[in-house]
């Protein structure tokens, strides 16, 4: 009994806050964005070049490797709802509930990376990229009575997959995923792109790319409420090879 009268009280506070809903956090999502790409490839170890390009037989090279600077942006808005008994928290700022939230979402994306890839057979290479990116954020949210705006840099790794496939001379398709973990000010950030799409390439050292993009944005503050938004839609690139 003396056990239990000591033990209960204390184990009572962590049973009640793990059974506690989590606090609302800044959500939105956009399916109508749109994204510009540049990217300028360095040649290390060149790969796949197509016949009418390289005057012989097509992708004989087995491995390929490249330096690759990429710049992108995107914006997105959304809007969700604050439910009374709710206060979520934005730079220092309240937006308690009831109340109905607008938010605005600005993304600048650049990396530096090393790209490898392998050829599988087939016109088939599976390639992987590694290196370092940044993220430029800027937010703005608004109810009927408040409004915020915050933006922040943050830097950290970049690491990524894809497959390409060249069945045709002038270009094939492609899928891709990379993932930027960041930091900044005491805030945790990960910034994920994910690609499926085709590229045209007209002549060799040009590359016209356009997929259906879609964008996680995820951040963690060490004081406010957490951020989740989602952006899809087209994206546009070029890219250059040196």
Known sequence: MRFSRVFVPALLPVLLAACSPDPLHFEGRDT??????????FDL???PVPPDKAGGPSLQARSSLAVELDF????GKSSQDVPAGEN???????????TRLRSELSL?????VMRGGLHLGWNLWLEARLG???????????SESRKEHDSRWSGGMEIGAGVHWYPLSWGGVFAEFSGCETSGSGTELSTDVSDIGVIVSPRRGVEFTGSWRRWTY??????????EYELK??????????
């Not at 992108?72 to 914006?75: E, H, N, T, Y």
């Open 218 to 227: 995820l951040e963690s503050p060490t004081f406010g409420s957490d951020i």
């Open 72 to 75: 992108a942006s995107v914006r």
């Open 108 to 112: 600048i994306k650049s990396t530096a």
């Open 32 to 41: 109508r964005t749109f994204t510009p790409d540049l990217c300028l490839a």
């Open 45 to 47: 170890i060149p790969g």
């Open 132 to 142: 370092a990116g940044a993220v430029y954020r800027s937010m703005e949210i608004s």
């Open 88 to 98: 979520p928290e934005f730079d220092g700022t309240t937006f308690p509930g009831p």
């Open 233 to 242: 839609g087209p994206m546009l690139g070029l890219k250059l090879v040196f």
